[in-house]
């Protein structure tokens, strides 16, 4: 059974970092494309980050240069470390795998931008 759990969201001010933690469970990690997704309040859920299984990035326009997504598949983590926050990258940040063609998400961690 395939589990995701995140970690690290918070309220930061604006100009902030926080870094964001998913720890898998129940798959072989290391083959699989991660993806950070996010979903502000009254929007779509929106993809931010998604690194493959041999390392490669790709980030959605509005985070490209603040944030960076890795992985350590000796942890079975995947971190997306986000710089220069602003207050429109408040949301509930998830963590996705898509496995055999379905779909796993974690629980949402919340970030808060805001002074």
């Known amino acids: 059974q395939v589990q995701l759990v995140e970690s690290g969201g918070g309220l930061v001010q604006p100009g902030g970092s926080l870094r964001l933690s998913c720890a898998a469970s129940?798959?072989?990690?290391?083959?699989?494309?991660m993806t950070w997704y996010r979903q502000a309040p009254g929007k779509q859920r929106e993809l931010v980050a998604r690194?493959?299984?041999?390392?490669?990035?790709a980030y959605t326009d509005s985070v490209k240069g603040r944030f960076t997504i890795s992985r350590d598949n000796a942890k079975n983590t995947v971190y997306l470390q986000m710089n220069s926050l602003k207050p429109e990258d408040t949301a509930v940040y998830y963590c996705n795998v898509l496995k055999l063609g379905a779909d796993y998400w974690g629980q949402g961690t919340k970030v808060t931008v805001s002074s």
């Open positions: 690194i493959t299984s041999s390392g490669s990035t």
């Open positions: 129940g798959m072989i990690f290391s083959i699989y494309a």
